[in-house]
């Protein structure tokens, strides 16, 4: 008899004796308590499920509530306003002198005309959304704000230019500055430049 068909089974006993005693003896591991607190363990937790659908509807209802709630008419009132105060503002802050003030007083009048035209378009919008507007009325919408924003900057924009003619450099730094802060959007990065 050779000494390889003695190895052949014999390999194939001791391997099967390892593939018996391996599960059980994976448990001599641990203490046997351990053993027990393994078997008696909670399974995980499930992965949290989406919010039932009633919840999404009323969340979906809040956020429709809110919109109906946006006054286009009060959020174009408050615009100008802002930029009437901005005027305000910045003729304090520039200091100017009395030569300067005939540029300034074109200026103000042409930018006083052009508020009181975008007032009057604001007194045309609904004091409330009745319904969310479709995709095509938003894109009227903006374009009808680009349309009144691009109006006033022409209104205003050549009196502007003859009141930086006679400013000095340091009246400049102020007018140049961004301007940020309470009821204004953006830092100094997306500051608005400017009187409007």
Same mark, same amino acid.
């Given at each position: ?41 909670p399974p995980p ?9 009633? +919840? ?7 956020? $429709?509530? =809110?919109?109906?709630?946006? @006054?286009? /008419? #009060? %959020? ?22 009395? +030569? ?7 200026? $103000?009048? =042409?930018?006083?005309?052009? @508020?009181? /035209? #975008? %007032? ?22 903006? +374009? ?14 050549? @009196? ?9 450099d340091d009246q ?25």
């Amino acid at each position: 008899m050779s000494v390889r068909s003695l190895l052949l089974p014999t390999a194939f006993v001791l391997a099967a004796g390892f593939a018996f005693t391996t599960p059980a003896s994976a448990f001599d591991l641990f203490d046997g308590d351990e053993a027990i607190e393994l078997a008696q363990a909670p399974p995980p937790a499930p992965p949290p499920q989406p919010a039932p659908r009633g +919840e999404r509807a009323r969340g979906a209802e809040r956020g $429709e509530r =809110a919109e109906r709630h946006v @006054s286009p /008419k #009060s %959020m174009c009132l408050d615009m100008v306003a802002r930029r009437i105060g901005d005027r305000a503002y910045l003729k304090a802050r520039l200091e100017l002198k009395s +030569e300067q003030m005939t540029a300034w007083n074109a200026f $103000e009048k =042409a930018a006083d005309e052009a @508020s009181a /035209k #975008s %007032m009057a378009r604001c007194q045309t919008l609904p004091t409330e959304i009745k319904q969310r507007p479709t995709y095509l009325e938003r894109l009227t919408m903006e +374009e009808d704000v680009m349309k009144a924003r691009i109006a006033t900057i022409d209104a205003v924009k050549p @009196s502007l230019t003859a009141l930086v003619g006679v400013l000095t450099d340091d009246q400049k730094a102020i007018l140049d500055r961004p301007r940020g802060g309470f009821g204004h959007h953006g830092g100094p990065a997306m500051g608005r430049p400017g009187p409007r």
